[in-house]
């Protein structure tokens, strides 16, 4: 059962690159440290 796949999610592409995660958290955590920075 757990080898079915999910039929609303055929024929779709896989979406984003996988290192596009990455890169927002390390902009997330960029943009909170410069904030942090400049509020002191």
Request: charged share 10%; proline share 5%.
């Given at each position: ?21 990455t ?18």
């Amino acid at each position: 059962m757990a080898d079915e796949v999910c039929p609303l999610c055929e024929g779709q592409g896989s979406g984003l690159p996988g290192y596009f995660g990455t890169m927002a958290d390390m902009f997330t955590l960029l943009f909170a440290f410069f904030v942090l920075m400049f509020s002191i």
